[in-house]
Nanobody
């Protein structure tokens, strides 16, 4: 059974950094692309980034390009989202999601096969 657990969220000041982790279990991570999504209070959920199953390709939404880096370690069943230069607008619940197959799936929630429960990121002074 596909299971994803996010961790690493917390409270950080603007300009600070956080590293989110996504721990995969119950499936073969190397067969799945991984995406990250976030949802701020009162806003729609949006796709942030995704990485292909071999880590050969990544994609970022424009608002996080140059600040966020997505990586993965299939041997450890882990995916990491390094977030630097955090802004107030980065506040939200962050979710990781797994999508079966090669390449990069669209950053659309419904294009993935499983999702975690989320971890809260709050950027505040």
């Amino acid at each position: 059974q596909l299971q994803l657990v996010e961790s690493g969220g917390g409270l950080v000041q603007p300009g600070g950094s956080l590293r989110l982790s996504c721990t995969a279990s119950g499936f073969t991570l190397e067969n799945y692309a991984i995406g990250w999504f976030r949802q701020a209070p009162g806003k729609e959920r949006e796709g942030v980034s995704c990485i292909s199953r071999s880590a050969g390709s990544t994609k970022y939404v424009d608002s996080v390009k140059g600040r966020f880096t997505l990586s993965r370690d299939n041997a450890k069943n882990m995916v990491y989202l390094q977030m630097n230069s955090l802004k107030f607008d980065d506040t939200g619940v962050y979710y990781c999601a797994a999508g079966y197959g090669p390449g990069l799936p669209p950053l659309e929630w419904g294009e993935y096969d499983g999702w975690g429960q989320g971890t809260q990121v709050t950027v505040s002074s």
